[in-house]
């Protein structure tokens, strides 16, 4: 599958803990976005990457969550002290720019539940 | 920051009707607009999108219109069939040369086709 991927699916964490999510964009694409979608809402856009550099940031992405791409190819999201309030569908989706335009691919998610 | 209100929420319609599915944006710098399905438990896919330098685009039975004055697009899919069934989210965003900013979508339209 040459399609975003993201590792893990699934994750039960405790309150308190802290979490780290994958994502693997797709071969080349120098765009990486990560998103936050809860039951019966759109995505959220939380962060995004241009290779390394992290652009931009939403007000939603507390001091507890921080995003890294070290490498300009795959990226982690972290969450320190989780809260009940952050079980989600965390997603990740790339794009390459400027030659493959503005298309934005998703990966399946990660489904975060905190206990 | 932008804003994408969408409406229904639910949209119900027999096969091989109609359905048209409304959004409206707040921030007049918008100038992308895609539509993605979402199907129970899967990952968003791109079915269509548009940019504000055109007023309308098809491909086969989807179609979305946009008006920049009015600040609303609106997703058309004709002669519907079961498969058409799902979560369908409209968003927006900047674009430049560089590539997207990330994605506001609104809530989201359950779309069902009865049979």
């Known amino acids: 599958d040459t399609g975003v991927s993201q590792d893990p699916r699934h994750k039960i964490t405790k309150r308190g803990q802290n979490v780290t999510f994958r994502c693997d964009p797709i071969s080349e694409h120098n765009r990486l976005y990560w998103y936050r979608q809860t039951l019966g809402q759109g995505p959220e856009f939380l962060t995004y990457f241009q290779n390394e550099a992290q652009l931009e940031k939403s007000r939603l992405l507390s001091d507890r969550f921080s995003a890294e791409r070290p490498k300009g190819s795959f990226s982690t999201l972290e969450i320190q002290r989780t809260e009940q309030g952050d079980s989600a569908m965390y997603l990740c989706?790339?794009?390459?720019?400027?030659?493959?335009?503005?298309?934005?691919?998703f990966g399946p998610g990660t489904r975060l539940l905190v206990l | 920051g932008e804003n994408v209100e969408q409406h229904p929420s639910t949209l119900s319609v027999q096969e091989g009707d109609s359905a048209v599915i409304k959004c409206t944006y707040s921030?007049?710098?918008?100038?992308?607009f895609p539509w993605y399905k979402q199907e129970l438990g899967k990952r968003p896919q791109l079915i269509i999108d548009?940019?504000?330098?055109?007023g309308e685009k098809k491909d086969q039975r989807i179609a979305v219109t946009l008006n920049k004055t009015a600040k609303h697009f609106s997703l058309h899919i004709t002669e519907t069939q079961p498969e058409d069934s799902a979560v369908y989210f409209c968003?927006?965003?900047?674009?430049?040369?560089?590539?997207?900013?990330?994605?506001?979508f609104g809530k989201g339209t359950h779309l069902i086709i009865q049979p």
């Open positions: 989706a790339s794009s390459l720019t400027p030659t493959g335009g503005e298309t934005q691919y």
């Open positions: 921030d007049s710098a918008s100038n992308y």
């Open positions: 548009i940019r504000s330098n055109v």
């Open positions: 968003a927006a965003s900047i674009f430049y040369v560089g590539g997207a900013d990330g994605l506001t």
